[in-house]
């Protein structure tokens, strides 16, 4: 959630951590700050100007002293305490000589900090990180070197961190540690680094560590070393990071969104490439699992969170379809805690973009614990997801900075739906005609989407006029359904208008109550199986006074009759259709937000990867 960075033995300190910062803004955004460190000093600036915070930190930081080789830096997304100055990051120990960076969430803080308060330390912010800066003091007064104070420090606090700290007295050294929340090392000749993310130092690293959790490392200008909760030596694993700058910044689009949503048919294509052996063969390079084992999977239960939730429903329906496994699909955060049944044969999907996304890894570590195989579906090589389930199945949609998720999603069902027809492929719960059918469905999705795109203007026209509406409804049968809801998810999350997702034949048991002239439903119509029945949904809101945009394939020739206004997709697969037909709903709450004046790219409250439960 929060963004960290920290640099040792840089000759432009300052600007390697406000860069850093500004790359990490879409973690969390309510506040930032830096800590400049050297022999006997610490030099702290902090803002906590919303999503301006980090401009206003760079201004803050114009009179900042010179000379400083070392530092740590940090944007916050508000957990303990109010997104204020005083509580944003780093916090200092009662010397001011102790710096900390943390994202997470210390879940014992209170009775820390009761306990520290009682030997006389005195607190300056109401954050739960403030008690590791007074742990780590009382450490290091009694005689530890910085790692080992820390490493005392952490063995008295529970929850989640990804911390760095630094302390004056022994400059040029960054102490960094990891449980559940994501850390890199990095390292370039004379200078390490540390952050949550690495496009944080992108450009500036040339190699970049993971740091696993519990495991310290003490950074200094000549490189790093790590150590386990015990003070034993651990080795990072070197990762492979094939990023370059470039794909982290907007490329010519004026937000990352846009740039996102244009990016998606890449992002099928990559996903789809290179995934048949010459024998037919669906293959997965990176799956670190078996034919057999597959083979044996008697049920299916996919855990994810919001977009990546939405992809899961797809999935669904395609497996469910083509291999004939049931399947189940459970929101992350609920899954963990209502005792879930896993029988042997009983294999987990855990779908996340970011791969660090908190709910999503806990309800993987409690499938594993039930003895569960669990499959991630990520977009980060290496993610914490990818390295903690059994297996893997990347997709390639490149870096998503923009909040609201959209490549991703694209490239999600592609990934499940190949995985779904493996399935199928080793079951032979599909013919091979069928298989090479469908195959070649699935590759012809990324035109489909770039012929959509080209229709842009035509969805600006219809925003343009819906400029005053507040309410929206969106709805859809089958995978229609899942569409809807990631298309009332993107509406409301970057224009805060209210917007739900419904399965259309629900409309009657209740929210029907709610229409009325002024209200807008969106329907997706697509499925030719369905729709006649969407198009009597079509009618009961009509009959209402709703206005209706339909998501209609080129041949619908029924539709202009019944909808106010028809956004037209190419014809596919309805088992294709999520990919295709989301791109218009996208494009949809893409305008509408960037009519009302909206950041699309950093809606509020929000952040890009939620790593606090
Ligand atoms: O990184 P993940 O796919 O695990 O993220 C899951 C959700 O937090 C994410 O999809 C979120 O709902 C997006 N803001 C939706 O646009």
């Known amino acids: ?16 951590l406000l860069q850093g910062l500004q790359r990490l803004e879409y973690r969390g955004y309510d506040s930032a700050g830096v800590a400049l460190v050297r022999a006997g000093h610490t030099w702290r600036a902090r803002t906590a100007e919303g999503t301006e915070s980090v401009a206003a930190l760079r201004r803050e930081c114009a009179d900042a002293p010179e000379g400083y080789r070392s530092g740590i830096g940090h944007t916050r997304w508000a957990t303990h305490g109010a997104p204020e100055a005083e509580n944003a990051h780093p916090h200092l120990d009662c010397s001011g000589h102790v710096a900390i960076i943390h994202n997470g969430i210390i879940e014992n803080h209170t009775e820390l900090r009761e306990e520290l308060r009682e030997r006389g330390h005195v607190f300056t912010s109401v954050t739960d990180t403030e008690v590791v800066a007074h742990l780590v003091e009382e450490l290091r007064a009694s005689g530890f070197d ?5 490493r005392h420090a952490l063995a008295r606090v529970r929850g989640a961190f990804a911390i760095a700290v630094m302390d004056a007295t022994e400059p040029d050294v960054i102490v960094a540690a990891r449980r559940i929340s994501p850390l890199v090392v990095g390292t370039s000749p004379g200078v390490t680094y540390v952050a949550s993310d690495v496009p944080a130092i992108l450009g500036r690293s040339t190699a970049f560590y993971a740091v696993n959790d519990d495991e ?3 950074l200094g200008p000549e490189g790093f070393r790590a150590v386990d909760l015990e003070g034993a030596p ?3 694993r070197q990762l492979q990071i094939d990023w370059d700058l470039e794909t982290a910044e907007k490329g010519g689009f004026d937000d990352f969104m846009s740039k996102e949503i244009a990016e998606q048919p890449a992002a099928v294509r990559a996903t789809l490439l290179d995934r048949r052996h010459r024998d037919g063969a669906i293959v997965f390079d990176e799956l670190r699992i078996s034919d057999q084992e597959l083979l044996d999977v008697q049920r299916v239960v996919l855990v994810a969170c919001g977009t990546s939730l939405h992809a899961a429903h797809v999935a669904k329906y395609a497996i469910e379809r083509w291999s004939r496994l049931s399947v189940e ?3 992350a955060s609920e899954y963990r805690y209502r005792d879930p049944i896993v029988e042997i044969g009983t294999l987990v999907i855990g779908v996340s973009q970011s791969g660090e996304t908190i709910d999503t890894i ?3 570590r409690e499938a594993q614990r039930r003895g569960a195989r669990v499959v991630a579906i990520s977009n980060i090589v290496d993610s914490s997801l990818a390295r903690e389930a059994d297996a893997v199945i990347y997709t390639r949609a490149g870096l998503e900075v923009s909040v609201a998720s959209t490549k991703a999603f694209v490239a999600q069902v592609a990934a499940l739906e190949l995985l779904a027809l493996r399935l199928a492929q080793l079951r032979k719960t599909l013919t091979p005609e069928e298989i090479e059918r469908y195959v070649a469905g699935l590759n012809e999705v ?3 989407v770039a012929t959509v795109l080209d229709r842009r203007d035509d969805v600006d026209a219809v925003a343009r006029q819906l400029l005053d509406a507040r309410d929206y409804f969106f709805i859809g049968r089958h995978v229609g ?7 009332a998810l993107k509406l409301k999350e970057i224009t805060y208008l209210h917007a739900e997702g419904y399965a259309a034949g629900e409309l009657k048991h209740g929210p029907l109550a709610l229409i009325e002239p002024g209200v807008i439903v969106v329907a997706v119509t697509t499925d030719p199986l369905m729709h006649e029945k969407i198009l009597s949904n079509v009618a009961e809101v009509k009959a209402r006074g709703a206005t209706v945009i339909a998501v209609a394939t080129d041949e619908d020739g029924r539709i202009d009759a019944v909808a106010d206004f028809v956004l037209r997709v190419p014809a596919s697969d309805p088992m294709f259709s999520p990919m295709i037909d989301i791109v218009p709903l996208q494009l949809l709450a893409y305008s509408l937000a960037r009519g009302l004046g909206r950041n699309v790219d950093r809606p509020r409250n929000l952040a890009k990867t939620v790593t606090v439960e």
Request: hydrophobic share 50%.
């Open 481 to 487: 359904y899942p569409t809807a809801l990631e298309g």
């Open 1 to 16: 959630m929060c963004g960290i960075i920290g640099v040792v033995g840089s000759t432009d300190t300052l600007a390697t």
């Open 146 to 150: 910085l790692l080992d104070a820390v």
């Open 234 to 236: 651990v080795r990072l």
């Open 362 to 364: 806990q309800a993987i």
């Open 446 to 448: 990324p035109d489909h």
């Open 329 to 331: 699909v459970d929101i």
């Open 216 to 218: 310290i490392v003490r």
